[in-house]
């Protein structure tokens, strides 16, 4: 069975342009979580989705995140504009939801920004 | 206050030994779940074992034990007979079903080296 999958792996960008980071959770998981890691923040929750619908986005930094879940089967994060403070390993994740706990994470894309 | 302490920032271990990784939590409710998950230096986040609050024994999964005291509110991760693909960093994690949410909460980690 696929894992989570997310897109692109690796993505390098200059200041000001936007981002847009996707991801395909695991087949029949109805919660999607947004997370980011940097060395002096460790792992921050940015949203999480549950049955497409935004729970929780209390995470998300400012107004130049934003995240969508258009259908069961895919997600986006984008930033715009992108800033060199946004450089970070974003993980999306998912979760049967509704009671069942464990959330299986994406390979991760690595964003730099210069 | 943290939900979950890891007071652990880095441990070296030997090749072969039992490693014991500390997880202490704070919860006011009486049914959780606690995690852990192991992240190596290629990034990706594994799930390795999981224990609910109301769990009757210790989970178990391979060489991965999860050494629950309810009473302290630890929850310890014990790595038996350790290996050089070991060495990554450790995450202990807490859901509290009666949040009415999914989420979980991460702690700090600890940062395994296993030595040959």
């Known amino acids: 069975d696929a894992g989570v999958i997310q897109s692109p792996r690796h993505e390098v960008t200059e200041m000001g342009q936007e981002v847009t980071l996707r991801c395909k959770p695991i087949?029949?998981?109805?919660?999607l979580f947004w997370y980011r890691q940097t060395m002096m923040r460790g792992l921050e929750l940015l949203i999480y989705f549950n049955n497409n619908v935004p729970i929780d986005d209390s995470g998300m930094p400012e107004d130049r995140f934003s995240a969508k879940m258009p259908n069961a089967s895919f997600s986006t994060l984008k930033i715009q504009p992108s800033e060199p403070r946004d450089s970070a390993v974003y993980f999306c994740?998912?979760?049967?939801?509704?009671?069942?706990?464990?959330?299986?994470f994406g390979p991760g894309t690595r964003l730099t920004v210069l | 206050a943290q939900k979950i302490t890891q007071t652990q920032p880095g441990m070296f271990v030997q090749e072969k030994e039992a490693v014991t990784l500390d997880c202490t939590y704070d919860t006011s409710d009486p049914s959780y779940g606690l995690f852990w998950y192991k992240q190596p230096s290629s990034g990706e986040m594994i799930f390795l074992i999981y224990?609910?609050?109301?769990?009757?024994q210790n989970a178990t999964e391979g060489r991965y034990s999860l050494n629950f005291q309810k009473a302290r509110k630890s929850a310890n991760l014990v790595i038996s007979a350790s290996q050089l693909g070991d060495s990554a960093m450790y995450f202990c994690a807490m859901r509290e079903p009666t949040r009415g949410d999914d989420k979980i909460i991460f702690g700090k980690g600890t940062r395994l080296h296993i030595l040959p």
């Open positions: 224990q609910g609050s109301y769990d009757q």
């Open positions: 994740a998912s979760s049967l939801g509704g009671g069942a706990d464990t959330q299986y």
């Open positions: 087949s029949g998981h109805n919660s």
